[in-house]
């Protein structure tokens, strides 16, 4: 699922290029359609060649292709797709009527709800949802027809889920594994209200979560699995959650790995939270230090945790105590804005009403629904998980200084997985606890610890990694697919733009290289520390290092020799005496040459 972020960053990239256009130029049909192109799947692919009026179009030789009413290709998931093609329009129509139903297609505006972008193109709503791994990006007409349609999808480095062409630009969504979802309707109104933005509406999303709460106390489930899960899965409540931001909210929440992990859930240890280190400041480093100094792992072979005054063992369960010892990892100063609002202030839930006010925070004039609830459950008095001691949140609020740079302090942070990858800068709780009162519980109880993989292999799975080393799309608060790259010139001096993978626009030279480059890195002779194979077409078909032609010569690089080389090469072993890589050059290519004369 994507991120809010990048839902909300690809709607102000595509609001702001909009206004850019429209102050150079007024021209009431600036956005008008004039054609709309997609990619197609391999099965699409293999389906044009077999139909007799797509056998020859661009789509059939796996190019990107500019749709016509000819287009089946959908999109979304296995159980419900989507046509790219708008359906509410005639299919297999003329050249003509296609021609005159785009016409009709002029962008208005552009909305964000959560996981998805809404077009408005005056006579059609297109909503865009965004899956895995898709973003925006607009071309130039030049670059559009010079690069992109000129490069078929599988040399590109990524494909072209859809794109509108205009008379001036072309919007498009490139994208990895073409996972998307289009949904065109005639009215705005078909696709309801998609989600409640706490920004513009505070009280009705508090209002949706205490429903969901609500809901779930009801339901009388165990409540074993992870809470982010469980956040990631309930997206019309929380619309926008996905790996990387479930593991930022918890970690400004500071709420630990506390629940039943299912079986292979640790992954693995000291790792990194998108990156090896985490920055916090020294009053929630000293609290981290706390957390993890009373968690211990006692025997790791056989996947057992014990943590010490925090949690009592009871039978096969572990349960947390009324007055635990073990702290939530909490620093409100990230919550500085939110703590000081005057309406659906929450900072008497976090600290309890009477520390709060002591603390000098301010109560909302009217109760949120969320107060409401807790206030009906008798739960507003109920014991937190904060730390105890009376200096701890004094001051509330940390001074700016005191939050960034060299005043912050360093902490490992930790790596698990269970349904997906979850980054913490505190250790898990054992595989059986359970949230508070004994109870029975579920099949999933039972969990295998993964043993700890390499150093090298945790190295992998951060997002400097993944950006610098790989061809892989990172888990991040932005999407990135389809980004243009930069090419360097000869010499360092200088360098191209490349538009895609295989850029036709770039000089040959340049092209060539890059795969050669790409290729290297494919055969991971450079990750894994692997020699090259040598180049036969220097040393001969032999590879025995001089060719059995006559007047051929062995090429000597100026470099150390080994004394393997030099005798699988037939020349006489280097005197001893002989120590310098100049001297043993010139030697060898004087026995070389007496060798290989006529």
Not at 27 to 55: F, R
Not at 199 to 217: E, G, P
Not at 543 to 549: N, P
Not at 570 to 597: A, C, F, N, W, Y
Request: hydrophobic share 35%.
């Amino acid at each position: 699922m994507p991120e809010g972020l990048e839902t909300e960053a690809h709607h102000q990239y595509i609001k702001n290029i909009k206004k850019l256009f429209e102050a150079t130029k007024e021209d009431p049909e600036l956005w008008k359609v004039l054609g709309l192109w997609a990619d197609g799947a391999k099965s699409d692919v293999q389906a044009a060649k077999e139909k007799a009026e797509l056998k020859n179009s661009s789509l059939a030789q796996g190019y990107v292709w500019k749709m016509n009413s000819h287009c089946t290709m959908a999109r979304g998931n296995n159980n419900a797709q989507a046509p790219l093609w708008p359906p509410v329009w005639e299919s297999k129509a003329s050249a003509e009527t296609d021609e005159a139903n785009l016409s009709t297609l002029i962008l208005k505006d552009v909305e964000s709800s959560g996981r998805s972008l809404i077009f408005d193109f005056s006579g059609l709503h297109l909503m865009f949802q965004f899956l895995t791994h898709t973003s925006v990006q607009f071309y130039s007409l030049e670059n559009w027809y010079k690069s992109i349609v000129k490069v078929p999808c599988d040399e590109r480095k990524f494909k072209i889920g859809l794109a509108m062409e205009f008379g001036h630009t072309v919007l498009a969504f490139p994208t990895i594994d073409l996972v998307f979802q289009p949904t065109w309707v005639r009215s705005r109104v078909e696709l309801g209200t998609l989600h409640v933005d706490i920004l513009k509406d505070r009280r009705t999303f508090l209002q949706n979560v205490t429903n969901w709460i609500a809901d779930r106390y009801k339901q009388r489930t165990n409540r074993d699995r992870l809470a982010c899960e469980i956040m990631r899965e309930t997206g019309e409540v929380w619309t926008g959650v996905g790996v990387y931001t479930v593991c930022e909210l918890f970690y400004i929440a500071a709420k630990r790995i506390c629940r039943d992990l299912v079986k292979g859930a640790l992954k693995s240890d000291d790792t990194a939270l998108f990156k090896k280190y985490s920055n916090m400041p020294k009053r929630m480093a000293s609290l981290v230090d706390q957390h993890n100094a009373s968690t211990l792992i006692t025997n790791p072979s056989h996947s057992q945790l014990n943590i010490l005054d925090a949690c009592t063992h009871s039978g096969a369960d572990w349960i947390r105590r009324e007055e635990p010892k073990l702290v939530d990892t909490f620093e409100p100063t990230y919550l500085i804005e939110p703590l000081r609002l005057l309406q659906e202030n929450l900072g008497h839930l976090i600290f309890g009403k009477e520390r709060w006010l002591h603390l000098g925070g301010s109560m909302s004039l009217q109760d949120d629904p969320l107060t409401l609830y807790f206030r009906k459950r008798g739960l507003l008095d109920g014991p937190t998980f904060l730390c105890a001691r009376a200096d701890a949140y004094s001051p509330l609020f940390l001074e700016k200084s005191e939050t960034e740079g060299l005043a912050q302090s360093k902490r490992l942070t930790y790596l698990y997985k269970a349904k997906k990858q979850i980054w913490s800068i505190t250790k898990c709780f054992p595989p059986s606890s359970t949230h508070g009162l004994p109870m029975k519980l579920s099949r999933w109880s039972s969990v295998e610890i993964t043993p700890r993989v390499s150093m090298e292999e945790k190295k992998k799975m951060t997002f400097r990694y993944v950006v610098e080393k790989t061809q892989k799309v990172a888990i991040g608060p932005l999407e990135y697919c389809g980004h243009a790259d930069i090419v360097k010139k000869q010499g360092g001096k200088g360098q191209f733009i490349a538009v895609c993978r295989a850029d036709p626009s770039l000089p040959d030279f340049y092209t060539a290289r890059e795969k050669r480059s790409r290729e290297r890195r494919e055969k991971k002779y450079e990750k894994e520390g692997k020699p090259r194979p040598l180049a036969t077409s220097r040393l001969g078909n032999s590879g025995s290092g001089i060719d059995s032609g006559a007047g051929s010569c062995l090429i000597v690089k100026k470099r150390r020799i080994s004394a393997d080389k030099v005798v699988a090469s037939g020349v006489e072993p280097i005197p001893e005496g002989l120590r310098k890589r100049s001297q043993q050059h010139r030697l060898m290519s004087q026995e070389v040459g007496k060798d290989t004369q006529p």
